[in-house]
């Protein structure tokens, strides 16, 4: 077991930043941080799910900033939301039981100290194959609808 995590943790150190930064989709739209939240989460609802949680990263990165000697703000403001479908889970599951460490889905919304008026809206992209095309609709049917 040891060896095994040890092999992934060097896959996923060899992979670093670039392959991480094409794994997140990220949409940018002209408006405010609180409209943008807004739609993303009444796009979520409408897909008849529920939001199990909103974390709120960038004030958490704030708060935490002197504790660990932080010098930059990363984020104005920063929220995450976390939620799952049982119909979308349950076809990536039954694909491969190994799925489960993909819910729940979580959707981002941002924006950056150095560009004003923009808010950004982000997931982690699924992976290619078949079993995912569920999720990846879902995901990507919601963000066209917050940023429309």
Do not use: W
Not at 18 to 34: H, K, P, Q, Y
Not at 115 to 135: L, N, T
């Amino acid at each position: 077991m040891r060896l095994i995590l040890a092999m992934v943790s060097t896959l996923l150190v060899l992979a670093g930043p670039a392959r991480a930064a094409e794994e997140v989709v990220v949409a940018t739209v002209s408006g405010g941080f609180d409209a943008v939240k807004d739609n993303v989460g009444s796009a979520i609802e409408g897909k008849g799910l529920v939001i199990s949680s909103v974390s709120k990263v960038a004030e958490m990165l704030d708060r935490t900033a002197a504790d660990v000697g932080a010098k930059r703000k990363v984020y104005t403001q920063g929220e995450v939301f976390e939620f799952c479908s049982a119909s979308v889970s349950r076809q990536i599951m039954e694909a491969d039981p190994r799925h489960l460490a993909f819910c729940p889905f979580t959707i981002a919304v941002y924006t950056l100290p150095d560009q004003a008026g923009k808010v950004f809206v982000a997931y982690r992209a699924p992976p290619a194959g078949k079993a995912f095309d569920p999720m990846r609709s879902l995901l990507q049917g919601i963000v066209a609808e917050a940023i429309r």
